[in-house]
Every structure is written in C-alpha cells, then in structure tokens.
C-alpha cells in the first residue's frame, strides 16, 4: 500500500520552510557518512536543516514485530522532536514508512498528523518536490546496480512494483542517472525482497541469508560494481553476506553519490 | 437431515451476526476495449498455447478423412455428432462406463472463445458427459462464426440454468504437476484436435400440397 | 497448549535450504519461473488492475451480503436436483460425507483437489472407517503416496524433484526408479487412475466458485480429473466453504479471466467446468461448510481474507515462501495467506508463522481480489505480541529497548557503552535466538569512530536544536 502524502504534488517549496533532518539510529551508529552526505546534499539546495539532538529511533524494531507498547515510547519522542518542522526528511525508506503508515497506534493528535503526513524519504523529497534535474557537483564513474527496498517500493511509491501493471517508473534511476559517469545496469530480479526484514534477519536468518545471496549474484552477473540504494538497512544486509561469501560488490547509499562524498 | 438444518440455521445466523457493518456494492463489469483482432487467429493462437490444433475441415468428406489421418489406430470413435458416423453412436450408450474403451471422442462445440482458445461443451452436447474426459482423444468441431471474443461474451452466451454440465475446454488435459514441465494427456483427452467445420444446414422445411 | 505444539517455521526453512544444493534453488526457481508467467499474462490485458479491483468488490458485496447469497444459491442448486448440507466445522463435513456415502455403500471413492477437504482432514478419517479414498490430482496423488500433506494449493509437488517422484513411483506403484520422465510418470499414473475411477463408488471434488443465480458451482483444473470424478461414479459429493459464493452468472467472466493467469500464467486452465444440479443418471450431495469461516467474517481487520480464490499467487511471489518450501508452514494453508488464515484456526500454534515474512508486500499486489495480506501479516503481528506469544528474548529486549529508545539520554548513554560493546562482543545482539546468527552468514558491520551527532555537534553546533 502506497502512501502518498498531500504535498509531495506541491510545485514549489517555500523558501522559509523549516526542514528537520531525521538520521536513523543504525545510520547514527554505523554509517554516519549517510547522514553527513544527506545533510551537505541538501544544503546545497539552500535548504535551513535542522538536526533535533535528541531524536532516537523511529521505533521500527519494535513496532515491526507487532509490539506496539514498546515501540510508543520512541514514536512519541519522534514527534515531540520533530514537530516543528515543516518537512522532515530521513535517508532511510523503511524508517519514513514507519512513521507514515505505523504511528497508527498513539494517539492521533495534530502534531502525530502533521508528521505522518510531512515526512519523506529523501530520494522522493528531491525528485517530486525540490524536482531536482541535475547534481554537477557529483561524479561516479562506475557500473551501478539499484536496490530500492520493498519499504520504499511499495510502501512509498519510488518505482513501479514488477507484479503491478502499468507505466514503468524508477525515481532513484531517474535522480542515478544525472549522475556523471554512472552507468546504470539491470537486473533480473529488481525488487525481489533481498531478505533484510528487520529482525527477521535474525530470526529467520537461513532464508534471509539465501535471499540476500541470490541478490547479490543477481548484481554481481549483471556486472555491477556498486549497489545503490536510498536504504543502507538492506545494503548493511547485503553487504554482510558478500563479505562473508567473498564476493567482489561495493555497497553504498544513494546520498553518498548524488552528494558526491564522503566515500 | 435433521443435524444439518440444525446447522444451517446456526450458520446463517453467525454470518448475520457477524457481517461487516460496512456494505459494499455490487460493482459494475464495464465493457472493456477490444484489441480489434480477428478473432479466428486469436483463438487459434491460444488454443495452439495451450496444447490443441486447429484445421480448416471445409467439408464434411474431409473431417472424415483428417480424423482417419489423425488417428489410424483408432478402433472405437464415439461420435455425438450427425457429421461423423464414428464407430459407435454416444446416443447409444446409457452408462459412463461404457465409453472407458472410446479411442477418439467426436463432439461439436456451440462456440469457442478468443481471449483463451477455449470451447464450450454441454451435457446437450456431450450427450454422456464422460465423452469429454473418458475418449483418449477428442475431435472437437467449431462453426468459425461461431467464436465471442472474450470471457465476459461467453458468460453472456452460457444457459447455466438450462444444463447440469457445461465446460470450458482449452485443448487436451495437461498437467504441471512434476517440476512445472508441462505435460499433455494426464487424466483426460491426450490431444485435442479442432475442425472448423460449419454444422450440416437444416434442410428447409417443404410444405406439403394437399390435393383438394 | 504446550510449546511442543508450536510450528517453527524458520528452523522448517532453514532443514529444508540445508538439505541439499537441489531442493531449494530448483523450488525458488521453478515459482519465481510462473510469476514471470504471471506478469506477460497481466501485462497482456490492459485492464488487469481494473479486474483486480471488480473481482474485489464482487468479493466484498458478497462476503457483506452472504446470508442471502449462500439462502439463494441452495434454493437453486435444490431447485436443480441437488442436495445441499450445512456443516458447522470439520467434523460435521466428515460425517455427513460418510453417512451419504455409507448410504450409498461406497467402499472406494475417487477424489479430486480439494484444500477445504485437506483442511477437514477428511481423508485420513474416511480411512479409518474402511473407506478406500484415491487422490486422482497428480500432485496431490504424489504427496498422498508419501504421506505427506500437499506443499502449494496449485503445484502440491513442488518441492520435489523428478527423481524424487520417480522413486516414490518405484516404492508405491513398482515402476522403474531409474525413469524419471514427466511425461512417463504422468502416464503411470494416467493407467494407475483410470481403473480406480471406473471401480469408484463415488466422486468428489471441491468447488472453486458458487454461483448464486443459478445454483451452479465451478471446478477448475489443468487435468480433467474432476470432470472424470463428476462424470462417471454415480454419486458426486462436492465440499464447498461457504466464502466461495458469487452473486452471478456475468461475475464469473472477471474472476475466471484472473484467477489460472494468477496461478499459472495461462489464460484458463485446461478445464472450467459447471455443475448445475446432477448429471443424467446421476445423484449429486453440496456440502457448504463454515470451519471458522463465519468467525473470520466477524473480524474486522481480518475478514477480507475469505475474499480468497485460492490461486496461489502469494506463495509464487514471496521471497521466503519459496525459499522455505510449503511443508515448512506446518497448515493447510502455507505462503502469505496461510500466514493468515492459520492463526485462525490455532493462535498459539501458528503465532510464530506472521515473523515468517519480510513484509515486502509483493503478496498484496499480485493477489487477484487485492487482499490487503501483507497488512494483515503485519496486524498479526500486533495481536501476537499482545498475546504475549512473542519469544521471551524478544519480549524483555524489547521492553529493555522500548525504554532506552524512549529517552534521548539513556540512548546516548547507551550508545557511548554499546559501541565499544559492540566492538568487543561482535557476535551479541540484543535479541538473538541462537548463538551468534548474524555472524553465521554475515560479517558483522562495525560502529563507526564517530557518531553521526558526534560529527554534527563538532561541525554544524551552530544549528544544533537543543534546548540551552
């Protein structure tokens, strides 16, 4: 189920607008340079970012194992943070899907509503609303493969589900492909799940990692060097089995190459 | 049965205590876009998909001749047929079981559908309707005028209310069932072999002169 | 119930994805090979998402109007000849189908796929009563040989490779083990079920739809082997949940036009066949049973579920079913919607089958009548965890998570202790079920030097937002 919020169709972004950065906690932990790609990325566009000290978690972990009690805590925080905010932009689709769609269980106030209806995800913030047509500063002569996370897909709208027809469309590809001397390449399984799921990665580790294995081969015989995506949750994922599997793929986020660094 | 009324109430009244609050209507089927091909080559196309053959049979004389070609060995053709006299005549047999020896089953459809290739056989048709699943091949023939475009013009065309049994057929049995390789012949018809071959006009009626 | 009744599915997996560098890859790539099907058969009709949509709403009037639906198709189908029983679950459907066979002095009757049937455990209690029962589905014949329940609802040998079915031939039926042709298996048991029908007493089957209107109910399938079961026995015994009825005739069209191209990527399968009171000669018993079905309707989160058509294109599309195999989900029903159906007939024995998902939500898309299963995976989930049949490991990390998560410093606390945790005791994780499962398949992804707060209180502190 695709949720689209009201102003994703809105022409302009106002100048004033106040943007609030949400960097998700592994991000925080373990790939600070998403977060600091992200950040210089949008401040290219002149945007006034603010990064609320205090955030946490978007209570993911939690909440996606169903338990709804544990997972408030953090979700009413997140709001507390980020309700000043205009638009609040995460590099992280699984996470911007758990605050649109599973802040569900709190209690709907006006600044639960605001949020949920004014976060985005940040490849669909700079596509359809800063529309975003070039990145001059950036540069990425290499063969790329795009891993667009089953949250963002279906969850967010950033390309066309395969199994639903109609008229094909790739955000991430689109954004990828102004990128000088990136070479985008296909598929064969665009967006067969690559099994990260959250805790089920852990709990149901054999299937999550033949799911993860047979998206890297996928990469690797298409001949990809780097794999792409606008979720580091997935490619923390991936990048694990390839490691372990000795397999010669580069992961990184998608902000790291449209913002040109850090690498 | 005594139980099972018993049953049935409760039944009926679980649902109704239970039937969502909201209702939903009954939608609309549109009439949807058509491709504008010509539906003899469409049919003909899918029914080669899914396992028949079709030939134009433009005389009675050749449909003999084809089936004979078709089936050398065959010892024992039931025909529901006037066209085709066959070996036995289905209108003959009384029991199902009867036909459990039939090598080549002839039938004629009342129409045939684009979208899938399929053909439509009743128990008016079939006469016994194990004709259609016990004969180890089937004869089917088609008036070429007679094939609707889609599913949706078929439904429009069945009488299921005037027959116990009424089957879309799509060539011969198949199965897919040992790792998904398509195999034809598995309980049913082995082949399916369709004649287009328009039905015998009815003879106009002569009125007969009185001499007064 | 005692945790020894509890399916794990994930160790079922993870047996199954182990045993062999076969089994596994061949059953991945034969389901991912029909959703493929799947796809140039939709894309072939412009209005597929439309049908999807129709077929949906059909399902949702109905299901929201079936007391008058289910009343007018048995006065139909009555009207027509036909008995119609009512069967409140399980049990009540095997009685009456051994007391109409016993009338009839059935010692042998043939049958064709029916899940309603496997869900009754109908067989296994027909034999106990010295009723002879024969699976006449190849597939379904294949794992009734082996004693084994069916692994998909469309394909219920799947999971085994040719090889195997040619010595399960060898074992049951005497043939060569050596041969392991389709074609000539297919043949075997061509010859092995043709006498078995002309000797049967009774034939039954399920039913894919029931048409209201006019009282008919629909069998579809690649084989013929219904149609033989219907056509020749002179008794034709049909169990049918109650949630397969449809208004009318004309709904038909949009449901037949998606359902075989949903399942299998052809445009029908080979045999769609409309039973509308018994044949010439022949005696003809509908047994409509709930199971629960009635009890669903009543959920509100859950009850779209019964718009089901039993398809399978949920378990063709899903990354961890095929991986995981059907037999792994322990039910009936295996995939996304055995995910949840199951818990429905058993809370505590299924409640671990919803974590047995990534949630992807591919199931949601490709199903014909637009269940929302991915959603309802993810409620499941919410009613698990409430019910506390979440694992006790998850239970207290969770809790333990849930407070530190919920307050900014305590997580600073933690994340100033955890890194250098996390650095030292690489193979600890907070809710880990064996001993060290990331690092088994995966390397571990290191903490970083420097968080990024850390970075952006040293070089962006003039926009920091904390309250001075």
Redesign the interface.
């Known amino acids: 189920m695709t949720t689209q919020t009201e102003t994703i169709n809105q022409k302009m972004l106002s100048k004033n607008a106040r943007i609030g950065l949400f960097i998700p906690c592994y991000i925080d932990m373990m790939f600070p340079e998403v977060g600091i790609a992200t950040l210089q990325l949008l401040e290219r566009f002149r945007l006034n970012v603010g990064y609320p000290l205090n955030q946490t978690c978007c209570g993911q972990p939690m909440s996606n194992s169903g338990d709804e009690v544990n997972a408030a805590g953090a979700e009413l925080l997140f709001v507390e943070n980020f309700k000043s905010y205009d638009y609040i932009i995460g590099p992280a689709g699984s996470c911007v899907k758990q605050v649109r769609c599973h802040f569900d269980v709190i209690e709907q106030t006006a600044d639960v509503k605001h949020i949920r209806q004014h976060t985005y995800e940040l490849v669909e913030f700079l596509h359809g609303i800063l529309k975003v047509d070039s990145f001059p500063w950036a540069e990425f002569q290499h063969s790329v493969a795009i891993h667009n996370s089953c949250s963002s897909i279906r969850g967010l709208g950033i390309a066309k589900p395969s199994e639903i027809m109609g008229v094909p469309f790739d955000k991430t590809a689109d954004l990828l492909s102004k990128v000088k001397g990136l070479v985008l390449v296909p598929v064969d399984r665009p967006d067969d799940c690559c099994g990260f799921g959250g805790t089920f990665c852990v709990t149901d580790e054999a299937v999550s990692a033949r799911m993860g294995l047979e998206k890297a081969h996928d990469h690797l015989r298409h001949g990809a060097e780097y794999v792409v995506s606008p979720d580091m949750s997935c490619l923390m994922h991936q990048q694990g089995i390839a490691r372990h599997t000795g397999l010669a793929l580069k992961y990184i986020h998608v902000a790291q190459v449209l913002n040109g660094g850090p690498f | 049965m005594q139980t099972s009324n018993s049953s049935r109430e409760t039944i009926l009244g679980a649902i109704r205590n239970n039937l969502p609050k909201n209702k939903v209507e009954h939608p609309r089927i549109p009439l949807f876009q058509r491709s504008g091909r010509p539906l003899k080559s469409e049919f003909e196309q899918h029914l080669k998909e899914a396992g028949g053959v079709a030939h134009d049979v433009p005389t009675v004389a050749e449909a003999e001749a084809k089936l004979l070609t078709l089936h050398p060995g065959a010892k024992v053709i039931c025909s529901a047929v006037p066209e085709i006299s066959g070996t036995r005549r289905v209108e003959r047999v009384h029991a199902p079981h009867e036909l459990a020896d039939v090598d080549v089953g002839v039938v004629r459809a009342q129409f045939g559908v684009a979208e899938t290739g399929a053909v439509w056989l009743t128990q008016e048709d079939l006469v016994v309707d194990a004709l259609a699943v016990l004969s180890q091949h089937l004869v089917v023939l088609l008036d070429p005028e007679q094939i609707v475009c889609d599913m949706h013009e078929a439904y429009r065309r069945v009488r299921l209310n005037e027959t116990a049994f009424g089957c879309f057929m799509m060539g011969p049995s198949a199965t897919a069932d040992i790792e998904a390789t398509p195999v034809h012949g598995a309980q049913g018809a082995r082949s399916l072999n369709l004649f287009f071959l328009p039905p015998k006009p009815i003879p106009a009626l002569r009125v007969r002169q009185e001499p007064q | 119930m005692s945790n020894a009744n509890q399916v794990d ?2 160790k079922a ?2 047996l199954f ?2 045993h062999d560098q076969i089994h ?1 890859p ?1 059953h ?1 790539r ?1 389901l ?4 493929q099907r799947r ?1 140039a058969e ?2 072939a ?6 049908l999807r ?2 077929a949906s ?2 399902k ?2 109905t ?5 008058h639906y ?2 007018e198709f048995e006065e ?1 189908a009555t009207k ?1 000849g036909a008995h119609v ?4 679950d399980a049990a ?1 459907h095997n009685a ?1 189908v051994y007391s109409i066979l016993k009338d009839h002095g059935v010692e042998e009757l043939i049958k064709s796929k029916s899940m309603l049937q496997e869900e009754c455990q109908m067989a296994p209690f027909l034999q106990n009563r010295g009723i002879r029962v024969i699976e ?4 379904e014949r ?1 794992q009734q040989l082996d004693g084994q329940p069916p692994s998909h609802i469309v ?4 999971h ?3 090889q195997d ?1 040619a010595r399960l031939f060898a074992r049951t039926v005497g043939t060569d083990p050596n041969n392991d042709d ?2 000539l ?3 075997v ?2 010859n092995n ?2 006498p078995r029908f ?1 000797a049967a007493g009774a034939g039954m089957t399920g039913g894919n739809f029931a ?1 209201a ?4 109910f629909m069998v579809c399938t ?4 219904a ?2 079961g ?3 026995p002179p008794l034709h015994i049909a169990s049918i949940g ?1 949630e397969k009825l449809i ?1 009318r ?6 449901f ?2 998606l359902l075989a191209r949903s399942a ?1 990527g ?16 022949g005696e003809l018993h509908i047994v ?1 049973v ?1 199971n629960g079905r ?2 669903r ?2 959920m ?1 989160d859950f ?1 779209h579920s019964l718009k089901c058509i039993r398809c399978g294109a949920c378990m063709n ?1 899903c ?2 079913y095929r ?2 195999g059907g037999l792994s989900y322990g039910a009936t029903y295996s995939g996304p919607i055995g995910v949840i159906l199951d818990p429905t007939f058993d809370e505590f024995k299924y409640s671990e089958l ?9 199931c ?3 199903c014909p009548v637009k269940i ?1 299963i ?2 309802q995976i ?1 409620k ?7 019910k506390g049949y ?1 694992p006790l490991t ?2 207290l990390s ?2 333990v ?8 410093e305590e ?1 600073h606390a933690m ?1 100033s202790l ?2 250098p945790a996390m650095v030292l005791a690489p193979h600890f ?1 907070l ?4 001993l060290n ?2 690092g ?9 030097a ?4 850390n ?3 040293e070089n ?1 502190s003039e ?4 309250e001075q």
């Not at chain 3, 394909?155 to 799947?158: D, E, L, M, N, S």
């Not at chain 3, 919803?354 to 591919?362: A, E, K, V, Y």
């Not at chain 3, 088994?440 to 970083?448: L, N, V």
Request: glycine share 6%.
């Open positions: 599915p994930a997996a993870e994805i182990l596994e061949m991945d034969f991912w090979a029909t959703m796809d939709a894309a009709i412009p209005e597929w998402e439309e949509e129709i709403k059909i949702e009037h299901l929201t109007h079936l007391d289910l009343e139909n027509r029983h009512w069967a409140l009540e009456i006449s589905d190849l597939g294949i394909f219920p040998a799947i085994k490779t040719r079915v389709p074609h298996l297919t043949e048991m061509r079920a043709r002309l048409i209107e006019t009282g008919t690649n084989e013929g082997n149609d033989i219907a056509s020749v109650i208004p005739v004309e709904d038909m069209s949009v037949l036009r299998e052809v445009p029908l399968t080979q045999y769609s066949s409309h039973f509308t009171g018994p044949r010439k000669g409509l709930d009635s009890r309707l009543g509100p009850w599309t990354p961890v991986r995981s919803p974590f047995h998902s990534t949630l992807c939500g591919s949601t898309d490709v929302d991915s959603d993810f499941w989930r919410r009613v698990m965890a409430e979440l998850k239970r969770f809790a998570a849930g407070r530190i998560l919920g307050h900014s997580y994340e955890a890194g994780l809710y880990n079920r064996s499962p990331w088994r398949s995966r390397e571990i992804p290191p903490i970083a420097q968080t990024f707060r970075w952006y209180l962006r926009h920091a937002d904390i």
